[in-house]
C-alpha cells in the first residue's frame, strides 16, 4: 500500500480534455475561466508557516474552514487557525509514537479530528479540548484514512493492504477486510454506502458497505492507480495514475494533463470549478474542470505530496518536501498557502 496524499485525475503532459456533460456542467457552478484567471493574477502570493521538525505528510482543512490540520514524520499534529488571510498555530498534538502519515476531519463536525500512524493506532481528537478522545489500536503499520461522510465509520489501511473499519457510534473495530492486491487509496462515497479503493494494477474498486462486496471493477488506467477524490457534486470521481491515461471510455468525463510526472496530490475547490494537482512536477497546477484548461500554476521548490483546497474560498493549502534554508539536510516542516491577495 502507497501513502499518497490527495487524489487525482490523469496525470502527465501532452495531453487533451474532452468537455463535460451538461448534467456535471450544470452542477458545476457557472465560473467563466477568464474571470478565474484574472483573480489568481489578483490572488497568486504565496504564503509560509512552520509548524513540525520533519516532512509534513498530509493536511487538511476542517468542515468550516477555520482550521487547517497538518501531520509530519515527526509524529505531531498541528492544529492552525485561519483568520482572514493568515493562519496562526492554535496547539500541537503530541501522542502517536510514530510518523503520521495521513489524517481527515469528521465531514460535518468541525472539531473531530482522526489521524492514521505507523505506531499502528488511530486516534481521534477534539480540538475543543485539546486532546486525544479515543485510541483504537491496529495490526499494522497504518498509511491512509478516510472518514465517511456520515461520520459513523473510519477506514484505515497499512501498509500490509489491510482495511480496518472502526464503528464511531460503537467506539470499537467493526471488521477487517485483507486484500490480496496493493491498495493504493480509499474513500467513501458521498452517501457512506459505497467504498472505493484504487490499486497497482490500475483499477477503481467499488464495493457495498458495510457488505464489502464488489459491485465494480474499473479499469481506469494501464498502470498504477495512485489516488481517488469524489467532486463537489458527488456524482463523480476523480482518479490519478502513474501512466498518461484518464479514466476508461465507458466511465470517462474529462482527463486533465498538465503534469509531467504522475499526479501524487489533488483537491476539488468547494463549488468543482477547479481542480489542483501536484506532484514530483516543481509545478502546482491549477485546471478549470468544465473545460480543462489551465486556470493557472506556480513554481515549487520541491515535490509535492499533499495539497488541500480550503472549503469556501479559492485557497490552496500545501506541503512540499522543502529542505530548511540553513541545513539542506534537514526537512523544513513548513506548510504554505496560494491564492493569497497579491498586494
Given at each position: ?108 463536525h468541525p472539531d473531530l479530528l482522526a489521524t492514521a500512524s505507523g505506531d499502528k493506532t ?48 460503537a467506539g470499537k473495530i467493526r471488521q477487517e477486510v485483507p486484500f490480496k492486491f496493493e ?125 488541500s483546497f480550503h472549503p469556501t474560498r479559492n485557497i490552496l493549502a500545501f506541503a512540499c ?23
Open positions: 500500500m502507497t501513502n499518497t496524499g490527495s487524489s487525482s485525475v490523469g496525470s502527465s503532459s501532452g495531453g487533451t480534455s474532452t468537455n463535460f456533460p451538461d448534467k456535471l456542467t450544470s452542477m458545476i457552478e457557472d465560473t467563466d475561466l477568464e474571470e478565474l484567471r484574472e483573480y489568481f493574477k489578483k490572488n497568486n502570493r504565496v504564503k509560509e508557516y512552520g509548524g513540525h521538525s520533519h516532512k509534513i505528510h498530509t493536511l487538511d482543512w476542517n468542515a468550516d474552514g477555520r482550521r487547517l490540520a497538518s501531520g509530519s514524520f515527526d509524529k505531531t499534529v498541528c492544529i492552525f487557525q485561519m483568520d482572514r488571510d493568515k493562519l496562526s498555530k492554535e496547539v500541537t498534538f503530541k501522542g502517536h509514537t510514530d510518523s503520521v502519515d495521513q489524517l481527515c476531519w469528521h465531514a460535518k488511530v486516534r481521534i481528537w477534539d480540538a475543543r479540548i485539546q486532546k486525544t478522545t479515543e485510541v483504537f489500536t491496529t495490526k499494522g503499520e497504518n498509511i491512509n484514512i478516510t472518514w465517511s461522510p456520515d461520520g459513523n465509520f473510519i477506514a484505515v489501511g497499512n501498509k500490509e493492504d489491510l482495511i480496518t473499519f472502526i464503528d464511531i457510534r491498495v493504493n487509496e480509499i474513500t467513501f462515497n458521498p452517501n457512506s454506502n459505497l467504498f472505493l479503493t484504487t490499486n497497482g494494477q490500475g483499477c477503481v474498486l467499488v464495493y457495498t458497505f458495510p457488505e464489502m462486496k464488489l459491485v465494480h471493477q474499473v479499469q481506469a488506467h494501464p498502470a498504477n492507480c495512485i489516488c481517488i477524490e469524489f467532486h463537489p457534486s458527488g456524482k463523480y470521481f476523480a482518479v490519478g495514475s502513474a501512466c498518461r491515461c484518464g479514466m476508461p471510455q465507458n466511465w470517462l468525463v474529462s482527463t486533465f494533463t498538465n503534469l509531467d510526472w504522475p499526479v501524487r496530490a489533488i483537491s476539488f475547490n468547494h463549488d468543482g470549478s477547479l481542480l489542483a494537482s501536484a506532484s514530483e512536477d516543481l509545478t502546482i497546477d491549477i485546471s478549470h474542470v468544465e473545460t480543462g484548461e489551465k486556470v493557472c500554476d506556480f513554481p515549487v521548490e520541491n515535490p509535492t505530496f499533499t495539497i518536501d522543502d529542505k530548511d534554508k540553513y541545513d539542506r539536510e534537514r526537512d523544513s516542516g513548513t506548510l504554505k498557502l496560494f491564492g493569497l491577495p497579491s498586494d
